[in-house]
């Protein structure tokens, strides 16, 4: 379970991004973060693994502070959350197996991986998850030569690559056409109901939030609005997350 | 309405008028000072001067013919003496008369000249008696060379010289210097053509060692690297006090470890098995601490044979380095006119004998740092405050003591300071106090920046570097290592590293978050990170820059002569100031060739890779 207390950014230049955010989210669970852009999902997706520090507050999992811990334990923290990104954030240079690879430098030997040496397992374990979101095929070709929904793909299997029990995705689709958006956002729900993977998603559209969350929570500014089950968010709910001008489109 | 409005045009126009007197004075004062003088360039001496240099640059001496030198000699007495009969003169082909054939000392003769060429130069030299042929000297009759005329003749009236009689013929000599054969290439171009080839290589070498050396310091430059890094206070301390430490055992410890094998590699078979041998066993403990290993002592255990592994490799390194010493000079002897290939195994190998011991100081500091403020740093969360404070005092008052008193150490050493003892001890006790009373006010966790201090340190010292001239810098390594191209490199590889430092830095921090933040979030360390996020990204500006500066140190390398570093710039140097117009006339033809050349391929290049 991943607990999260109090949680509460301001960044350097003063711009309070999270403001005492508290919630828990059980194994299993697929829950959105909704709310307007700039409203703080990102941030709060980046305290979890701390790729943004947090000024105040906890997050614990499985009864261990990863705020608290120290670089080293936190590195080993970090390699049981998968992370996928609205740009994809892959090496758009290197190959896509090298890419796909990456995402076991946590486990591996770090002498090895210097020099771009995967064990054996790795790297059948790498095609496996190539194969499981589909683009087997795509090994070796540079990663730049992807569509975008193929790269994203690949954020996928790089994620997978960590044997992870939290996936956090921050606005995953959002760089999507819908069709590809649907075909991304049915692998993250079949992670999430056959690996048993707790998936943490950013969303956009309400529609993706109701036809794929167990539950989600709303952002304002930094401060939470609200907490429940999708299709508990009617027109009034849509206007105290989003703000009484907004209409809902999809 | 109007008034204010047109009370500031009033300013303005004022204001204008100002700055333009400013200018006006900034300028007289300039003009002033650089002595600008357009009379100079008017007087008629340094006009024929320019023009002299202008003529000498418009006829490069790029070849030469061979000269035959054509020889017309007449007897002549001097004094006159009737009973000598002086042959007759042989009118077939070039031929002089004199009239008189006799003089006294000091008198006047005419020299005609018939059947010469039309146009053809005429020296004329005064042939003294001499004992025998291999002592006969010219002594130059005419002061210029004599031109002839259309119809083959030429006339000059010489005045003979006072001393010199003699009671049997001497002679008249006029020498013709004819042109013989096909043109040739002059000393000049193959001294033009050597010290090309050694400016070429000379940038090459150069670019090389600084760009190996400026691309670990371009990650230590670039911010968005450096940032995040940050230390809790009680742990950097710690580190800070193993440094100096750490520097000084792993300097021993490799100088100590290279000296081993250096022993062994004095003697060749026994020292290359036992190279095979070391090379075995370091590859057998590579392979097994390459095994996952879990257990308490796993760490423990990877650690010790880790540091058995490096230890072991480095002696393996000294015993390289020394059979590649002994190899490289064996070599230089078989192997002729390729000799040049055994030089490269001896600088190589020498050079690893060299650098040894301070990679060894290297990695002693930054193990000692490291593993004193990881292991400090878990000591001082687990333990009680109090104790973590005392122990953080302890270590801040010393390692600012130490630290103070190194740094002193130098200052003292540098200046020859008299008493050097106390001038080192009372500051840095003063400044171990100092960081007592910091300790005791700072909390232990509290984080330090310490990237960003390595960041402004590294690029204070780029800065600094990059404003020294390399033409400044080679004299000093002219000093150090002798005139010659050697110092040239060290010049232009010092100013490289500088300059291609804070451009690759510049290039990190332009590079795409997004990746970093993707292989940080799998639970990469920052090694890992760097390789598999940050070198992708980096690649294609490092080989455009790299290209850049290669282009840059090759017209460097063609004036760092001028400052005693080698190559080209030496040759134009000597030639300009011997007043040898036309042979640096070849070489500067030489540097344009090759400056456009390596402009144009390095163009072609970047085109191709970026």
């Not at chain 1, 989210?25 to 979890?48: P, Y």
């Not at chain 2, 031929?95 to 039309?118: D, H, K, M, Q, S």
């Not at chain 2, 760092?560 to 300009?576: A, D, E, M, R, S």
Request: include cysteine; charge should be positive.
């Amino acid at each position: 379970m991943l607990e999260v207390k109090n949680l509460t950014k301001i960044y350097d230049n003063k711009v309070l991004a999270l403001d005492n955010v508290s919630f828990q989210v059980e194994d299993g669970q697929f829950m959105a973060v909704i709310g307007l852009s700039g409203s703080g999902k990102s941030t709060l997706l980046r305290c979890i693994n701390r790729l943004v520090e947090p000024t105040r507050g906890q997050v614990i999992w499985d009864g261990v502070d990863i705020t608290a811990a120290p670089q080293e334990d936190l590195r080993l923290i970090r390699r049981r959350i998968g992370m996928i990104f609205q740009q994809f954030n892959l090496v758009t240079r290197a190959s896509v197996l090298t890419n796909v690879l990456s995402g076991r430098l946590g486990y591996t030997n770090p002498l090895w991986s210097l020099i771009n040496y995967f064990p054996k397992e790795d790297v059948e374990k790498a095609m496996a998850n190539l194969e499981r979101v589909g683009i087997a095929d795509k090994a070796h070709s540079r990663a730049d030569e992807l569509s975008g929904g193929q790269q994203q793909r690949v954020g996928i299997a790089r994620a997978l690559m960590q044997d992870p029990q939290i996936l956090l995705a921050d606005e995953p689709v959002a760089s999507l056409d819908p069709v590809l958006a649907h075909s991304i956002m049915r692998i993250l729900k079949k992670l999430n109901q056959e690996d048993g993977i707790s998936v943490i998603c950013s969303l956009h559209f309400l529609d993706l939030v109701q036809q794929y969350a167990d539950r989600a929570i709303a952002l304002n500014e930094g401060r939470p609005v609200f907490d429940g089950l999708p299709r508990e968010i009617d027109d009034q709910r849509f206007k105290e997350i989003y703000g009484r001008d907004a209409e809902r489109i999809g | 309405m109007s008034q204010p409005r047109n009370r500031r045009s009033i300013w303005r126009s004022l204001a204008i008028f100002f700055a333009a007197l400013v200018i006006l004075v900034v300028y007289a004062y300039g003009l002033q000072v650089t002595k600008v003088d357009l009379e100079k360039p008017k007087e008629a001496r340094r006009q024929a001067q320019l023009t002299n240099i202008i003529r000498g640059l418009a006829r490069p001496r790029l070849f030469e013919y061979e000269e035959k030198r054509l020889e017309i000699d007449a007897p002549l007495m001097m004094p006159c003496n009737d009973q000598v009969v002086l042959p007759p003169v042989d009118t077939s082909g070039r031929y002089i008369e004199l009239t008189p054939n006799c003089v006294a000392l000091g008198g006047r003769v005419t020299v005609n000249g018939y059947n010469f060429e039309p146009g053809e130069t005429v020296f004329l030299y005064f042939l003294p008696r001499a004992a025998s042929i291999h002592e006969q000297v010219e002594l130059r009759l005419a002061d210029a060379p004599i031109e002839v005329n259309p119809q083959g003749q030429f006339t000059y009236v010489a005045e003979m010289r006072k001393d010199r009689p003699s009671d049997e013929p001497q002679a008249i000599r006029a020498v013709v210097k004819m042109r013989s054969g096909l043109p040739h290439p002059s000393d000049t171009l193959k001294d033009t053509w050597d010290k090309i080839v050694e400016t070429v290589f000379l940038a090459l070498i150069a670019t090389t060692l600084g760009t190996a050396l400026a691309i670990p310091i371009s990650f230590l430059g670039a911010r968005n690297l450096m940032s995040n890094v940050v230390s809790p206070f009680g742990s950097i301390m710690t580190g800070l006090l193993l440094a100096p430490v750490g520097g000084v055992v792993g300097f021993r410890l490799f100088s100590w470890l290279k000296g081993l094998g250096g022993g062994l590699g004095q003697r060749a078979w026994p020292g290359l098995g036992a190279l095979m041998v070391s090379i075995a066993v370091v590859w057998a403990l590579i392979l097994l601490l390459s095994r996952q290993t879990r257990g308490r002592f796993a760490a423990l255990r990877q650690g010790g044979l880790g540091l058995l592994a490096a230890l072991l490799a480095v002696f393996a390194l000294g015993l390289l380095a020394t059979l590649g010493i002994r190899l490289g000079l064996g070599l230089q002897e078989v192997l002729g006119p390729f000799a040049f290939l055994g030089n490269l195994i001896f600088v190589i190998a020498d050079l690893l004998a060299i650098i040894l011991p301070l990679l060894g100081g290297l990695m002693g500091l930054f193990l000692f740092v490291s593993l004193g403020s990881s292991l400090s740093g878990r000591f001082l969360r687990s333990t009680r405050p109090t104790t973590a404070k005392a122990f953080t005092a302890i270590a801040a008052t010393l390692a600012g003591a130490v630290l103070a008193a190194l740094l002193l150490g130098g200052i003292a050493w540098l200046y020859e300071v008299e008493n050097p003892v106390r001038f080192v001890a009372v500051p840095a006790a003063a400044v171990g106090a100092i960081m007592l009373v910091i300790s005791l006010l700072v909390d232990v966790q509290r984080p330090v920046p310490t990237g960003m201090i390595v960041y402004n340190i590294t690029r204070t010292i780029l800065n600094a570097l990059r404003s020294i001239e390399p033409l400044i810098m080679v004299v000093a390594f002219a000093v150090w290592v002798g005139i010659g191209p050697f110092a040239g490199v060290m010049a232009l590889a010092l100013h490289t590293i500088a300059g291609l430092g804070k451009l690759y830095s510049e290039q990190v921090e332009n590079i795409l978050e997004g990746p970093i933040e993707a292989v940080t979030a799998t639970g990469a360390n920052r090694l890992q990170t760097i390789v598999y996020a940050v070198i992708p990204q980096i690649v294609p500006p490092y080989i455009a820059f790299t290209i850049y500066r290669w282009d840059i140190n090759v017209r460097m390398s063609t004036i760092i002569g001028f400052g005693g570093g080698g190559g080209i710039g030496f040759l134009v140097q000597q030639n300009l100031n011997l007043l040898k117009y036309r042979d640096a006339s070849v070489q500067m033809i030489a540097i344009a060739i090759v400056v456009a050349t390596l402009d144009y391929a390095s163009a072609k290049v970047r085109e191709r890779i970026v």
